[in-house]
């Protein structure tokens, strides 16, 4: 029975909700079959996990039928109608948090039923007032808007002459609102996808509504601008600003997607040597942790977290990000905390130039593969920085990069594009440690690494080789 659904669709509830569910099964309205709350006080004692050996189907099948012989179909088919009471008790939760939902569905009730015409006009209003009482101008609310509007027009006891033609205007405005605003930020996302993925392709310009003065509307057009010139900073510095002195008028979602947008332009910066951007990444991650923008039910991701800790590290603020980690780390999952900590801390002392206390936290044993490869490029820097001082170093640093080597090779879990990205920062460290040993001047080295345009760490790259001797 652990694998079933039945089992599967439980454990997602909260220990509230699989509570609360008892009351819903005992409610004759939505279950009239006594055995699925038996069964239902059978299973709840083995949540969340259901390993217990008495949670068998042969089993729970002898506690509810003891007089019967095991029944494999009449199981089954009792797990099945548990099942269709269990989600329709997730769309009960659900409804219960949407508050917009209830009162539309509410109105659709009376605009379904004779007679109601009066009682459907009030609550339209209603509806209308909690509409433009929300904090938000986003394309749902436009959207929501041009419906009842369409829903008044469309309404038998409508008088066409005197009020129908006001609300079908209305609903047009606001259809065209909802275009412009729900176009540009799916025309954001398929630019920013195209990046990511390095589909270069021609990039459509955001069909521009000068009508629709709206912050949120704003920000996408000042965002497709630069998604068509991601080189300029400029463009990138004025949106990044406007984002952060109206963050507060943005929705939740709206604030992650430009945040995630914005990020990933600044990082790029970062990547090809620009490390002004590194203040302009902090900025953006402080701006989302003051709105919980990097939270996802309730947990961050470790790659988050590592992201975070980098840029304050790398920006100087080292007692930030300490507290940072300190704040953040009981919200990342258990399963990852002690690996995303020890990545952390190893970033944390490497920017502080504490080698061999950041070598200790790298030479953690990782689970995850893109968490070894980031240890691993950590742990080569923090090796090299040590040759740089000491050059006794120089045969553990070129072990390390010939056990890199081998094991970026063999790592299929490793995407193509990041993959070439360390083939080259490690073939270039090597080059550059063996130059330092030989105590040669190198300018076309530092020209190949400039030159290169997807290499990681370059910025720490063109840092060394400027500190080879001329």
């Not at 310009?205 to 400029?234: G, I, W």
């Not at 930030?320 to 399963?335: K, P």
């Not at 490029?377 to 081998?406: N, P, T």
């Amino acid at each position: 029975m652990q694998n079933s659904k039945l089992v599967r669709t439980m454990q997602v509830l909260s220990p509230e909700e699989l509570k609360r569910l008892g009351k819903f099964l005992q409610s004759p309205f939505y279950n009239a079959n006594p055995a699925i709350v038996k069964l239902y006080r059978l299973l709840r004692s083995g949540y969340p996990d259901f390993e217990a050996p008495k949670l068998t189907e042969e089993k729970v099948f002898k506690k509810l039928f003891p007089n019967r012989a095991y029944d494999h179909q009449k199981m089954l088919n009792l797990m099945s109608d548990f099942t269709a009471l269990l989600e329709k008790y997730l769309v009960v939760l659900q409804l219960e948090a949407e508050e917009t939902l209830q009162k539309k569905l509410l109105l659709r009730a009376y605009a379904k039923r004779p007679d109601c015409y009066a009682v459907f006009a009030k609550k339209l209003s209603v509806v209308e007032k909690h509409l433009d009482n929300q904090p938000y101008r986003n394309e749902h609310y436009y959207r929501e808007k041009m419906e009842l509007n369409l829903q008044f027009f469309s309404h038998p006891g409508t008088d066409m002459v005197k009020e129908g033609i006001g609300s079908l205007r209305h609903a047009l405005q606001y259809f065209e609102a909802y275009k412009s605003l729900a176009g540009a930020k799916l025309q954001c996302a398929r630019n920013d996808w195209s990046h990511a993925v390095g589909a270069r392709r021609s990039i459509d310009k955001v069909q521009e509504n000068p009508a629709l003065a709206n912050p949120v509307y704003v920000l996408y057009e000042k965002l497709d601008s630069l998604q068509r010139e991601p080189a300029e900073k400029t463009t990138l510095l004025q949106l990044v600003r406007y984002f952060i002195d109206h963050a507060q008028v943005f929705d939740p979602d709206d604030k992650s997607n430009v945040l995630k947008i914005l990020l990933n332009h600044s990082n790029r910066l970062i990547n090809k040597g620009d490390l002004d951007s590194l203040q302009t990444s902090l900025e953006l991650y402080k701006t989302g942790l003051a709105y919980d923008c990097f939270l996802v039910q309730g947990k961050m991701k470790e790659s988050t977290f590592f992201n975070i800790v980098t840029a304050g590290t790398r920006c100087r603020e080292f007692e930030w990000a300490e507290h940072f980690m300190q704040t953040y780390q009981g919200l990342l999952d258990a399963r990852v905390r002690t690996d995303a900590l020890a990545l952390a801390k190893g970033q944390w002392h490497l920017e502080k130039q504490e080698y061999l206390k950041a070598t200790e936290f790298l030479q953690h044993s990782f689970a995850e593969p893109q968490s070894i490869v980031k240890a691993k490029v950590l742990l080569v820097r923090s090796w090299c920085e040590l040759y740089w001082e000491d050059a006794g170093y120089l045969d553990l640093l070129l072990s390390q990069l010939d056990a890199f080597d081998k094991h970026i090779w063999r790592n299929k879990a490793v995407a193509p594009r990041l993959l070439k990205g360390v083939q080259h920062f490690i073939g270039f460290t090597r080059k550059l440690a063996l130059h330092k040993d030989e105590g040669k001047a190198m300018p076309e080295l530092r020209s190949a690494i400039l030159q290169e345009p997807n290499v990681i760490l370059k910025d720490w790259l063109l840092s060394k080789a400027s500190q080879l001797k001329t």
